[in-house]
């Protein structure tokens, strides 16, 4: 009775092997796949190349304790002189170390604790955590008066805030820079690189009224400026292409097409005085263009 109740036919025994088989492989494959080994934290935090390539290096502090959390050490440091390396230490995140080196390299200083306080990102408990361990080095602190009650006539050394100039003192538009322009009361940083773009697109300034073809241009600035000994960059109307003579800002798309195809029928311009009869090229408009164009 007992070899009965087991008896299987061949085939049913090949069958079952078969089957035995197969969950054996599924449970071999389940073993070698689950003994993968996860990589410590603390390793992925050091290394700040593999951080980058999973695109973390804007997010997690590249310093770790063994269970994952972040690990900040604590010692003294200028923000003024202190590396990317001692930055990341303290537990700032590689957008905040960016945003410090951007901030000297536009000539930011750091003068007292406080300016530190200022970093987008940092909350007011980290501030308090860092505030015991900045040391500000006397080369960048403010300088005093040298007598009580006087007044302060130094330059200060910061872009943010530069001296303004006073009349009679005027800029020349031709040989300034954004730094110097921002020394006119009413110019900053935004107007400052608009002056110079625009003289640029110009070829040079020939008058100091053309700052009124800027938009919102304060206009009260103007009597600051000054236009001496005016040389500016000309540019051939037979030689340009339709959209290059576009580009200058005396030059609208219109009046360009008017270019090229007089060029195409009559051939060569002489002078401006050769487009004077086109509805596009009144008398203000010609007279704008004389000291920028050469044929």
């Known amino acids: 009775m007992f070899k009965e109740f087991f008896y299987m036919r061949k085939s049913d025994r090949q069958v079952l092997l078969f089957l035995l088989a197969v969950g054996a492989v599924a449970v071999l494959v389940l ?19 593999r951080l980058a390539a999973d695109g973390y290096a804007d997010r997690q502090p590249l310093y770790y304790r063994q269970d994952g959390t972040a690990s900040p050490e604590r010692f003294a ?25 951007k901030y000297r390299a536009r000539g930011g200083v750091y003068r007292h604790k406080e300016d530190f306080a200022r970093l987008y990102g940092l909350t007011v408990q980290e501030y308090r955590e860092l505030e015991p361990y900045i040391r500000i080095s006397p080369d960048y602190s403010m300088p005093a008066a040298t007598l009580v009650g006087e007044a302060e006539h130094h330059e200060r050394d910061t872009l943010k805030y530069p001296v303004k100039v006073e009349v009679p003192q005027s800029v ?7 730094m110097l322009l921002r020394k006119v009361p009413g110019i900053g940083t935004a107007f ?7 003289g640029q697109r110009l070829g040079g300034y020939v008058s100091t009224e053309q700052l009124r073809e800027i938009e919102d241009f304060p206009v009260e600035a103007i009597s600051y400026f000054t236009v001496n000994r005016p040389a500016t960059h000309r540019i051939n109307l037979n030689q340009l292409t339709l959209n ?15 270019i090229i195809e007089y060029r195409r029928l009559r051939g060569p311009l002489q002078s401006l005085q050769d487009l004077r009869l086109h509805r596009d090229f009144p008398d203000d408009a ?10």
Do not use: M
């Open 31 to 49: 073993l070698l796949t689950g003994q993968r080994e996860a990589t410590p934290l603390a390793d992925v935090g050091t290394d700040s190349t």
């Open 77 to 101: 440091f200028d923000p003024n002189t202190a590396d990317s390396t001692q930055l990341l230490r303290l537990g700032l995140r590689p957008w905040q170390v960016r945003n410090i080196y």
């Open 172 to 178: 020349n538009l031709n040989t300034t820079d954004t």
């Open 192 to 198: 400052a690189r608009r002056i110079i773009s625009y």
């Open 244 to 258: 290059q003579l576009q580009r200058h800002p005396y030059i609208n798309f219109h009046q360009a097409k008017v």
């Open 286 to 295: 010609i007279r704008r263009l004389e000291p920028y164009v050469e044929f």
